[in-house]
Nanobody, 122 residues
Framework: VQLQASGGGLVQAGGSLSLSCAAS????????MGWFRQAPGKEREFVGV????????IYADSVKGRFTISRDNAKNTVYLQMNSLEPEDTAVYYC????????????????WGQGTQVTVSS
């Protein structure tokens, strides 16, 4: 499985941005896809995840109500819609895919994309 994230950029605080993550390869094996982010000098943190089959989602408290994850299985693509962006959301955003079934929330991600930079100016 290969993952290609896109859509990052520079936005002012309060603005919106949408990220995409396109999966290729053995996409039928994917059970869930998630978004993570890593700010300079900080550890990578979980943003949210979506079940590829039933569409259930889980979000980190820091983005709940502002970010929305959706999927288009026909396109093997997952989206991260980010609204009401804050400077604290500045980070490199990574998408990831997991194959393990039966656990929700999922605890493992097997494939990672290359990351896309999101910068929110104040």
């Amino acid at each position: 499985v290969q993952l290609q994230a896109s859509g990052g950029g520079l936005v002012q605080a309060g603005g919106s941005l949408s990220l995409s993550c396109a999966a290729s390869g053995r996409t039928f094996s994917i059970n869930h896809m998630g978004w993570f982010r890593q700010a300079p000098g900080k550890e990578r943190e979980f943003v949210g995840v979506i079940s590829r089959t039933i569409g259930s989602t889980i979000y980190a408290d820091s983005v709940k109500g502002r970010f929305t994850i959706s999927r288009d299985n026909a396109k093997n693509t997952v989206y991260l819609q980010m609204n009401s962006l804050e400077p604290e959301d500045t980070a490199v955003y990574y998408c990831a895919a997991g194959l393990q079934r039966g656990n929700w929330p999922p605890g493992r991600y097997d494939y990672w994309g290359q990351g896309t930079q999101v910068t929110v100016s104040s």
